[in-house]
């Protein structure tokens, strides 16, 4: 599949300040591409660097194969964006706004325009100023998608959205991505970006941490492993347990047992088959938890 | 939202639009940013023409103009560049256009070219501007033109409101010298516009598209001030743009003074976008 969006040692520094260091992203024709990290990880800044709001410090910095600085104008007729921080003048309305960039990129017919909005209740006829949040980013969500972009650029899109509109946005995005478009999903909200997203990319610290697909990472993290036992284990075979690599967080009563595992299924499984088992539990954790594991100390993960 | 045609309109996935020439897009910048400045214009238009009205209304009610001329003092009759306020032109040339009415008018395009950029990144609004398939290039010509036509509108304002009052109350003022003295405003004040609006390229912070080009404006009108009464200073005057402004009601526009100011506002804006083309866009 060809990449929309490649960036190659992606660097972004603020005089002292990091912003983004090496950053090696590529997001495939087609994709929902969930862009993970917490506030000031670097989401917003590898955005605007993409569409060419400034300038990277170092590396490079492609979308559609076209230089993110050079080519911005190009870039952009090709892409929805949707700000972070969605503001429009307080004194226009949505229906306003939409007209103006209609004209800017020669869309015209509104009839998409409409749909969107009626499907996501996006208020067009109110000014800016008398909207909550919510409905602000909906008209910004509008904005973003109606003129059918290539590529949508949407940084935390759900933010304010009631769930209701949360699931109709989701089921849009998964409608652009059935066209064969593309979307590059920024958010710190996981269980969406696990229901929507095939690949993940997690960022940390200005540094992509993992780039995966979204199976890969949930299926390659670690489970909650819990035994129990028709009769009480010594000891000494309890230790057994606690000794098997990649098990951490051990704990056990008289005749049940319950640890963290890192990979290593099948010695677990033969050592339990030593004994009578009358429970078994592998548990996948949430995406939240394996997201957090991405936020620990690389070293307390046993990570170089 | 829920009971919403979930049928898309239109077929396939194609995106919408065609390739808009950058003068279509400059176009329908300047028509919004004109929209976004109606209000203003209004504003500035009103005031400052009332303004002047008032001083065209009172003009009958003094009786002895010559003593009056002669009582203010030499020193600040030249200093301001008072000739006559006997008559109405030398009376507004006083009164409104030599120091209230530029000085004030300055303001207006100051305010509104420094929110173009650097009060569009305060505000937070830039990043949803520039989503669009807009080069740095025609925001800052665009806003530049959009304000040249706003402060022409409010000059023109400004004549009407003035002329039609000196035929209200039967004063003298003849069209040509009125437009004159409202035409002759609209330079200085986009020198300073277009100022403002490359410290906002510059600098991304809207208070100093605003103070340096106000701290510029009162330093360039004292400077010419001072130089009247100095002959120490008497040279450096060349340095401030009102010798060159002159007085338009009276002598007539200046014709290398406008055209030698509208250039250096040119210059300015082409500076901007130079500026603007190398700098990250902050919010």
Redesign the interface.
Known sequence: MAAVIETDKLTKTYGKNRGIVDVDLQVDSGEIFGFLGPNGAGKTTTIRTLLGFQRPASGTASVFGLDSRRDSVQIRSRVGNLPGEFTLEDRMTGEAMLRYFARLRGVESLDYARHLAGRLGADLKRPMRRLSRGNKQKVGLVLAMFHRPELLILDEPTGGLDPLVREEFLALIAEVRDEGRTVFFSSHVLGEVERICDRIAVIRGGRLAAVEPTSEIINKSFRHVRIAFARQLKNKEMRKFAALAGVDNFDHDSNSLSFTLYGNYDDVVKLAARHTVVDIDFERPPLEEIFMTYYADPQERGMP | ??T???E???T?????????PAAA?LV??IG?QL??QVRAVIGWSLALGLYTAAMVAIFPSFSDLENLTAAIPEGMREGLGITDIGTIEGFLSAEAFSIVTPLALAFFPMLSLSAVIAGAEE???I??L??????RWLVVVGSFLAVAISLLAVVVIIGLLMWSTALLVGVDLDFSDAAAAVLNLWPLCMFFGSLALLCSAIFHRRLFGIAIPGVLLLGMYLLDVIGNLSEDLEDARVLSVFHHYGSAIEEGIDGSGFAGITCFAVLFVILAVAAFHRR??Y?
Do not use: E
């Not at chain 2, 396939?12 to 808009?20: D, E, F, K, N, S």
């Open positions: 939202m829920s919403a045609n979930r898309a309109p239109g396939g996935a194609a995106p919408l639009g065609r390739q808009v897009k329908h910048f919004h929209q976004l505000r937070g609004t990043d949803v520039f989503s669009n398939p807009l080069p990250d866009i919010t």
